[in-house]
């Protein structure tokens, strides 16, 4: 499995962003898919999950509420919408495929090449 991010860039406190990542292969549509982030000094940290089907998500806890999960199974693709955002989310966000979870968090298997998001206050 392949996987492209993009929709990364520079945005004020409070703005919002799409990210999206591609996902290629061909048996890219099993998969579960998730972000991930890693801040400037910080461990990666997990940001969101969901189904093979979409019907279930997961968040982290410090984003619950203003990111939203979602992917379209036609075009293989997993979108990260990033609202309210503040400096604290500032970070190289990835996209990640894995067929597990462990306590409804996904167990990545293939990383995508990360997107930089950084939000100036």
């Known amino acids: 499995v392949q996987l492209q991010a993009s929709g990364g860039g520079l945005v004020q406190a409070g703005g919002s962003l799409r990210l999206s990542c591609a996902a290629s292969g061909r048996t890219s549509s099993w998969y579960q898919l998730g972000w991930f982030r890693q801040a400037p000094g910080k461990e990666r940290e997990f940001v969101a999950d969901i189904s093979r089907g979409g019907d279930s998500t997961y968040y982290a806890d410090s984003v619950k509420g203003r990111f939203t999960i979602s992917r379209d199974n036609a075009k293989n693709t997993v979108y990260l919408q990033l609202n309210s955002l503040n400096a604290e989310d500032t970070a190289v966000y990835y996209c990640?495929?894995?067929?597990?979870?462990?306590?409804?968090?996904?167990?990545?298997?293939?990383w995508g090449q990360g997107t930089l998001v950084t939000v100036s206050s």
């Open positions: 990640a495929a894995g067929r597990g979870f462990y306590n409804e968090r996904l167990i990545p298997e293939y």
